[in-house]
Every structure is written in structure tokens, then in C-alpha cells.
């Protein structure tokens, strides 16, 4: 393993942060060398100063997404925070639906969607609202956005196919059985569920303008990794993002917009925050 120097460090701490958005705090050394080490070695540096000048000169990007990559925690899992799971089962989806059946056509998007379980998870429960009201032939009028700046990341999440460790974090045997297809200790989401979600590489720090706009906002557990000043960006950026007043934009449980946006109501769903727009 490389050791990393104090100049180093922050000179690979403030190019991580201009291209990701990620803040390493002091005392967090051991995360560029555990995380850096192996891929500094292969691009053929002996230190990490070397590699630093090396992701610098490399115009082709490819150094840079592989930096990202593996600093790029893609925690996630299914379903993942009981609450929040809840608000969007009992309140959110049947209010889109409902919007749905006046405005056509629906758009939600998972701005930190990992490897996609959280955007899947969304289409399933879409899929489980629709069948129980006798309306599927209405799937295709909603669409999914799943975005993340880890390019295997999103490899992961557009193939659809999760190993035995993965499916089991948070998915239920029944929703196992019913929405996925099994093939050597691997499982595929069902076809009729992946096509109404889409995922592509973005990075939270550029225009969102390409993106167009949403009736309902995840973007959680990703915050937690930004400044002050991004989160103040990010957080005006997804206020214009939203369509309407009302819409919602979900955090994480951990994040909060107090101090860094006055563009949206909070208000309560049980334990879940719901950031309104105003």
C-alpha cells in the first residue's frame, strides 16, 4: 500500500471534492490509501504525488471516473428506510398516480441511485399500486431517472442483475420471487419493471437543465458528503427541478435542508421529513 503525505493529501482531498463534490475531512487519510493505493499502482505511480499529476494530464477522463469509482461508498439496499418506505407507499405513489390520471405522464427521479435498488424499488412499488387498482396498462405513462456519478455504479443498476448478497439487503422473499429471475446464484429484475426506469452518469454538481423536471424528488444519503456551498447549490438546483408547488423532495433520514434552503416547506409524515416546494 501507498502512504499518502499530508501535502498529498491535500492535493488529492481538493481534487476529489472539485470533481465529485465529496468533503475528506482531516483524519481520513486511510481512505485515499485503502481506496487509491491499488489504482495508483496500476496507472504506473510510485506515490501519490505522481498520481495526482497523472490524473491531472489524463485528458481522457478515464482516470478521473476510476477515481470516483472507488471513492464512491454505493451504500444502498432495497427499500431502505422503513419510514421513508412508508410515506412513499401510503401517501407519495397513490398522489402521482392520482396526478397521473390528469397530467398523463409522470417523472421521478433517484439522484443518487447507486446500483439502482432504490430506483427499482421504486418501480416495484409503482408496478404492486397500479396492479391493485386494475391499472397497469397505465405502467408505461411513468418514468424513472436513476443517477449517479460512479460509471460501475450505474453499470450495475442498468443491467438489472444483483448477486445473493445484494438481492437479500432489504427485499423480501415474496418481492424476490415475484419481480426477479434467478440464473446461477444471480437475479434479474423483471422486464416489466426495468422498462420504466432509466439510468445514466451524472454528476450532482453540473446543470440539471438536461434532465428536465420531476413531479417527486429522491436524493438521499448523499448530501452527507458535501459542503456547505454545494449543498446550498444542489438543494436551489432541485427546487427548480420539481414541477409544481407541493412536490416533494425526500432526503435521507440523516439530512435536512435547515440552514442551507428556504425554497421548501418541511413538513412531517410520522418520522419521515417531507420537503415541500414552495
Known amino acids: 500500500m501507498i502512504t499518502v503525505s499530508e501535502p498529498e493529501y491535500i492535493l488529492l482531498k481538493d481534487y476529489i471534492e472539485k470533481h465529485c463534490g465529496i468533503v475528506l475531512e482531516n483524519g481520513k487519510e486511510y481512505l485515499i490509501e485503502t481506496r ?3 489504482l495508483a499502482k496500476n496507472a504506473g505511480a510510485k506515490s501519490f504525488i505522481d498520481f495526482h499529476f497523472l490524473a491531472k494530464k489524463d485528458h481522457t477522463g478515464s482516470l478521473k471516473k476510476s477515481i470516483i469509482d472507488a471513492m464512491t461508498t454505493n451504500e444502498t439496499s432495497w427499500y431502505r428506510d422503513i419510514n421513508a418506505w412508508e410515506y412513499i ?5 397513490p398522489k402521482l398516480i392520482e396526478r397521473m390520471s390528469k397530467k398523463n405522464k409522470i417523472r421521478v427521479w433517484s439522484a443518487a441511485a447507486s446500483t439502482g435498488q432504490e ?3 421504486l418501480a416495484i412499488s409503482f408496478y404492486e399500486t397500479l396492479q391493485n387498482k386494475g391499472l397497469l396498462n397505465k405502467l408505461n405513462n411513468i418514468e424513472i431517472v436513476g443517477t449517479d456519478i460512479s460509471t460501475s455504479a450505474i453499470s450495475v443498476a442498468r443491467s438489472g442483475r444483483y448477486d445473493s448478497i445484494a438481492i437479500q439487503r432489504g427485499l423480501s422473499q415474496e418481492k424476490k420471487k415475484k419481480f426477479f429471475k434467478e440464473n446461477s446464484n444471480f437475479w434479474t429484475i423483471n422486464p416489466e419493471v426495468k422498462k420504466i426506469v432509466k439510468f ?3 454528476n450532482l454538481q453540473n446543470s440539471f437543465m438536461p434532465l428536465g423536471q420531476f413531479d417527486f424528488i429522491l436524493c438521499r444519503y448523499v448530501t452527507i458528503y458535501f459542503s456547505e456551498s454545494l449543498k446550498r447549490d444542489l438543494f436551489s438546483k ?4 420539481l414541477k409544481y408547488p ?6 435521507g433520514a440523516t439530512e435536512s435542508l ?3 434552503s428556504n425554497n421548501f416547506d418541511i413538513k412531517y409524515y410520522n418520522n419521515t421529513m417531507i420537503n415541500m416546494k414552495k
Not at 407507499?89 to 405513489?93: G, L, T, V
Not at 407541493?246 to 432526503?251: A, E, Q
Open 200 to 202: 445514466q452518469e451524472f
Open 89 to 93: 407507499n401510503k401517501n407519495a405513489i
Open 258 to 260: 435547515r440552514g442551507f
Open 246 to 251: 407541493g412536490d416533494v423532495l425526500l432526503l
Open 119 to 121: 430506483a427499482y424499488s
Open 36 to 38: 487509491l493505493s491499488e
Open 238 to 241: 432541485l427546487y427548480r427541478a
